[in-house]
């Protein structure tokens, strides 16, 4: 790949909340992993809000190399707003997202480099195995890849984060995408392009406590699943076809039977049943289009993703 005089030849976006634990021990590992393979690189870090030092840390390290750059966000919005802000100013003409916490080994790097220079556009790096996580996240990351690969046309990567490499050709893509629901794992995958895998074990987290806990990840999988499917709203056309099928039989039957066998007293206990029933399924239908709805009210808003506090340098932009 020629390199553009001026653009570096590689990026990294790295979210950080409150990791300044980690951090020394991040930079000790991320800057070797780039320098062997080109001096022309550059790191986006996005403090999201973080109440710790970690702002403080990203200006010392900008300081002493200007090719780690920051952008520091006015509070907590989430690590996918905060990747978004990541990849709306990178420079590089291949990016890597990855974590702070170092379950993203960037030993990994220079294999990814090697084959996005043999023409792949995304290289996606895939987990051998999760053991860096318990069997709870194991288990519910499973049963959600395995829905979503039925649900949506193209495959959102089973056991792949966010940490890949792509050509600029893709972020372009990714940051033309006007939505304010980020579920980037998905967008990533609905962009496309030729892309390929390396494997490796995703080791615990380096320092300091996971950020995103489980309600953050309930709420992630929803993401996933409202902003890249309708069929939840099709289930619900499908349940009120089954359960108006079975009451149309069901009243034929009661219908016979009162000629047959002459009236008798209908039970309590059915009647409730079918009651409460009924009135679970449209609720649960409201839920799921309220889903949509709500979702709906938040793209028309058009607020911006993130607010931009300050960067390292001007050019930043939100
Ligand atoms: N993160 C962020 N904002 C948040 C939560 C997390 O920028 O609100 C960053 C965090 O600093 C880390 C990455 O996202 O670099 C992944 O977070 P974490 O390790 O907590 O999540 P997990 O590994 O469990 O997915
Ligand atoms: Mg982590």
């Known amino acids: 790949m020629p390199s553009i005089s001026g653009a570096p030849l590689l990026s990294l976006v790295v979210p950080m909340y ?12 991320a800057l070797p992993a780039l ?20 702002l403080e840390l990203l200006k010392g390290y900008h300081a002493r190399d200007p090719r780690i750059r920051y952008l520091s966000l006015s509070r907590n919005f989430g690590k996918e707003a905060a990747l978004s802000a990541g990849l709306h100013n990178t420079l590089g003409q291949a990016v890597i997202p990855l974590d702070a916490d170092l379950q993203d080994p960037p030993e990994l790097i220079p294999q990814m480099v090697a084959l996005w220079k043999q023409g792949y556009k995304v290289v996606l790096a895939t987990r051998a195995q999760r053991t860096g996580d318990g069997w709870f996240k194991r288990l519910t990351a499973r049963a959600f890849y ?47 392009f030729k892309s390929t895998r390396v494997y490796y074990d995703r080791p615990q987290r380096s320092a300091g406590q996971a950020k995103q ?19 939840p709203l099709r289930l619900t056309t499908y349940a009120g076809a089954a359960l108006s099928a079975f009451s149309i039989t069901y009243a034929v039957y009661l219908f016979v ?26 609720l649960l239908s409201l839920g799921i289009i309220g889903e949509y709805v709500g979702r709906i009210y938040r793209e028309a808003k058009h607020r911006p993703l993130y607010v931009v506090d300050e960067a390292s340098e001007e050019g930043f932009n939100s």
């Open 35 to 54: 320098e062997g393979i080109t001096a022309s690189w550059e790191i986006v870090c996005i403090n999201d809000g973080s109440q710790d030092n970690t």
């Open 257 to 282: 039977r009162t000629i047959v066998r002459g009236v008798d007293v209908p039970g309590y206990a059915s009647l409730m049943t079918a009651i409460l029933f009924i009135g679970g399924v449209q």
């Open 146 to 192: 395995r829905l979503m690969s039925h649900l949506t046309r193209f495959e959102i990567p089973e056991n792949t984060g966010d940490f890949r490499l792509m050509d600029a050709q893709v972020v372009e893509v990714i940051r033309l995408l006007p939505e304010r629901t980020r579920f980037m794992k998905g967008l990533f995958a609905w962009a496309g």
């Open 213 to 231: 806990d489980f309600s953050r990840l309930w709420q992630l999988a929803k993401d996933g699943i409202f902003s890249f499917t309708t069929f």
């Open 18 to 29: 409150n990791e300044s634990e980690g951090m020394a021990q991040f930079f000790s590992r």
